[in-house]
């Protein structure tokens, strides 16, 4: 946070700002204030820190800091904040663990209502819930033994602004930190500050390519990303003339151009709560762009200079302005002052204009509009917070008495390099009277004037060529609108915009029963341990462990082309750079020991001769820092022989027969020849689904310790030690007791770091092992991206035989999965995805086959689901074509096919204890399906260009690794003689709240409290031999390893307990190690009668099954593909929760990352293998305001399962599916739209359901315009792995 005095206002400002991108040079006379600086464990924790620990809103806490930022920000401006501004905090927030809604619940409690209420219930007056109108017990919900208070707020300390720290008296009494003219110099740039014009003016004369710098948000990520050296830069935020608001009578705004958009925001509401509502059009539309331009973080320090000046062909603003014909003032030195419009001359080339080096643009007037004005904007995105537009528009008309065109601007922003006015459309529509007419005429004038070739930079030509006239479309129909024209009552539905809707959720599960020991945690909603130090930032993750001394940096040196012969790697530049020690390459290892991989040892450590993806590591640079080594990294020269072919999709490797041959597992049940002839009905039919980035928000990290006698010491961001401990005793053919793998913690896995974690650890320990020095690297975010691969897109065809009630007799799934250019883990993918096709349906012949494609991608590996979700996903596209087929609800072909009780799989596994049947029955109950899907209907027969969806699906996720072996761990157990206890166990804790898990189980097991036990990190010392926290078999493995260690130990206790029953735990302890017993114990588990062989189908494929059902309703806006989920209903058996809370973030986490997967992420890949989507600007994941509106998760009652500890379930990956509700119903409502012009039958939709797929696939007159180029003519930009 940075706090400034206003010396206009006199009023202290504090705005949440993204550190990455503020220059220390631009916080002169600022006070900043870090997460650190608010509250401690060691002291106090702040109010908002407590309360998000206790809300169960931090898992991995990488995002924890941020989010606590954002929050305090808000705070120290507003001690009572609006729900909407809680929102808009937010919108620059991403957490990748918890689904948000614990983080909005838990700040929830700072709203002035819910402070009352909370105060209220602690005083024992309200007489009921914190939750209010939420309350369970108001809802019929609440019995004896159910409950939904995650959280209890009355419990939270108080918020007392008053004693917050105080802005620094010293910046407020005198303006010398802002009045100086300051230079910084550093060897490589010199940043000036002057607070004058002219010396600005005179600077900008004298380096006409110097950079003037506002927020940087600009030229920060150029820096940093495109490699931009700016020698000079000026910061010109003290200079009078560009940091004023002028209000000029019958004109307009006049805005400084280093005014921030914050600035820019906050005066044009004050003037259209002034000015009468006609002559504020433009500043609405601005402030309503606003909200969707970025986050809070950004809008607080970017200029509006910087967003024209950056010229950007998708800046929101620009269209506006053009549109409007603002005028720019600009100057310079030499010239002095002249006015610029922001008209069609403009923009000269692809961020290019016609202010001059030399000039400075100082001013942007912003007019007022005219009673017969209209002036609207539009922006389509991926995601609607915190994200470019994808097309945007802006529409300025004056209509004359006779309702013609008297005047009209149409500007668009992403059609072109760019942004760009239609002034030949709008030239001929001059004159015309606003109607059906005209309308036609402007949507074919304007698909004349704005072409795109099916090549085009950006991609998805029609999408984006179908919103230009949807934009225009709605505008039309709100001109006539507020004209009071005729307007038919089901049109009105497309001038609608989605709003943030406020947010609902509740959360029931069982609770323990009374009389349970207060010291038993298990079944209590224990925060996250770790909660508090994650949110005062205490915690401590790989790249946080201090320097050490001598310790140097590595960079890796990647691959840059897809399939490619090395024909010389020369480090010379490198290596003669100041501050390099060591380039390390193949060449530094025998082939052996260069060769790794998990399951095949397919990869090398550094590629020796051909690179087969982008992103393969050639070599390593290491040096004094980071800095230098990054930089040195780039002066490694490579030299490429091209090769061919370069296989990118699925589509290329199955053209080029290109696949991992050794992996084509087939299993089959009955026969499904036979069962398909004996079917009534039959159809076929083939769907894709992307893949993913794991987007964890703690890059790949790894820091190495050389020792002596060889030993090294790695601290590595893994989810698989143990596996990262042997890899590097194989480089380096030492045993591997050498080698000790440490992890304390790590900021999000999700499968990610279950085998990649070798890429960089290797290299590391390499380079610590031969220089004899600490050696550590983190990954950028390009880098992780580009490198790391992500979640197997798959390719699936189906043929289903079926009767005519839907009940399927017969299935067959191909599968192909996208592997990239290794197996990693893709093969053990497959598999899963192999017991996975058949989702929740009992189907008596099936015959089911994969293929691993061999691509040059980077290799794709394990991901939250492990393939489930790719074939669960493929087979509810078969269930949702049989229900199209034979014109019933999906739901009704869904309960009719649930698995029952005793029923068979197609692997053979007999269902025990099978609650499917009562998952689907509460949720369809509980989100009262039945009359919403009428409702649904309802709303659909009403309106035309809104369109709603409903579906409820299940989800029976096998629990066990499918590899054999790795269903074991182990745990050791050590009591101290105080009393203390401390627990190693083989899971790594990524968020996931394992050792929170792990402790309640230790309470319960030894029967003691929790402030007595400890878990330090994990480490392959302590526990050898174990597998990857993985599998969602984390708190099955390890506590069922601790449980054994524990009561090993209790056994050994037993005596002094007996000899001493009323004494004290410390006093059993201290007997028995005065009387010499071991008071340590190890404990291991390996899951018992497990193992399928897929060739002889004998064995069991997993321990048990994790059932769940959702309910999802969305509403699409048919002209733009945007998406709004309205609701979610879960109902979970997660068996008896060892911690409901935790449980229930999963849940809540899975789901989000889900429909993540399933509606907006997407790899965008070029033709020849280059990553586009290497950063959160072009990759999506889904922010705070894309949760369902309301959020409702049920844990099933009265189902213990006897086959994991304390009668709990796994619940990491199952949950993970259930986001496919919105998916289909999303394509429920797509299929309402196609009804709408006689479009009937099943349809194809891929995911994700991205606003582009949406649009595309709701067919109109609009999208009629613009037919699809025939395949073959021309090389798209990118295409879909
Ligand atoms: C996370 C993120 C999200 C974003 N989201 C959006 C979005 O939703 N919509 C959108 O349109 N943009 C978005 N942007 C782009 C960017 O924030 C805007 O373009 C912003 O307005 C730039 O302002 P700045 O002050 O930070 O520019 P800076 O980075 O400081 O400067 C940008 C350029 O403008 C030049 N410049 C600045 N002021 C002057 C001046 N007075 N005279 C001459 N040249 C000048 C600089 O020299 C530089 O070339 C986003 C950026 C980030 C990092
Ligand atoms: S808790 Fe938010 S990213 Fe992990």
Redesign the pocket.
Known sequence: MVSKFNRDSKKIVHLAV?AC?APVCSMHGLAVTTVEGIGSTRSRLSAVQERLAKSHGSQCGFCTPGIVMSMYALLRNQPKPSLEELEIAFQ?NLCRCTGYRPIIEGFKSFLEDYEVQGRAVANGKAGGCAMGDKCCKKQGACSKNITQNLVQPHQFAPYDPSQEPTFPPELQVADEYDAQFLTFSSERVTWYRPTKLSDLLQLKEKHPSA???????????EVKFKNFHYPVLIQ?NHIEE?TSVQVIEGQGVKFG??VT?SELEATLKEQQKKQPETTTQVFKAITDMLN????KQ?RN???????I??G?P????NPIFMAAGCVLEVSSASKGSRKVTMDATFFTGYRRNV?SPE????SITIPFTKENQHFLAYKQAKRRD????IVNAAFNLTLNSQKEVAKLSMAFGGMAPTTILATKSAKALKGKEWNEQTLEAALDLLVQEIPLSPGAPGGMILFRRSLTLSFFFKFYLSVQQSLNGVVPEEAKSATRQFHSLPTKSAQYHEVVPEGQALHDLVGRNVPHLSGSKQATGEAVYCDDIPKIANELYLALVLSTKAHANIKSVDASAALATKGVHAFFSAKDLSPDANQHGTIIKDEEIFVSKTVTSQGQVIGAVVADDQMTAQRAAKLVKIEYEELTPIIVTIDDAIKENSFFEQFKPRLTKNNFEQGLKSSEHTLSGEVHIGGQEHFYLETHCSLAVPKEDNEIEIFSSTQNPSEIQSMIAHMLKVPINRVTCRVKRIGGGFGGKESRAALLALPVALAAHRLRRPVRCMLDRDEDMVATGGRNPFRGRYQVGFDAQGKIHACKMVMYNNAGYSVDLSCSVMDRAIFHMENAYNIPNIDTEGFLCKTNLPTNTAYRGFGGPQSMFLAENYIEDIAVYLNKDPAEIRRINLYQEGDITHYNQELVNCTLQRCWDECAEKSDYNERKKQVEKFNNENRWKKRGLCILPTKFGIAFSAYFLNQSGALVHIYVDGSVLISHGGTEMGQGLHTKMIQVASRALGVPETDIYISETSTDKVPNTPPTAASAGSDLNGMAVMEACEILLKRLEPYKKANPKGAWKDWVSAAFFDRVSLSATGYHATPDIGFDIKTKQGKAFNYFTYGVACSEVEIDCLTGDHQVIRTDIVMDLGESINPAIDIGQIEGAFVQGYGLFTMEELVYSPTGTLYSRG??MYKIPGFSDIPAEFNVSLLRGAPNPRAVYSSKAVGEPPFFLAASVFFAIKNAIASARADVGLKGAFRLDSPATAARIRVACQDRFTAKFPEPEPGTFTPWNVMP
């Open positions: 993204n991108l620059g950079k003037v710098v506002v927020g940087n948000t600009e030229i920060g990520v010109p560009l151009a280093a958009l969707w331009f970025a986050g950004i320090v970017a200029a509006v200079g910087g967003n000046m950056t950007s998708i800046s929101d603003l202010i000039e400075v643009l100082v915190d994200d470019i537009a959160p600007g």
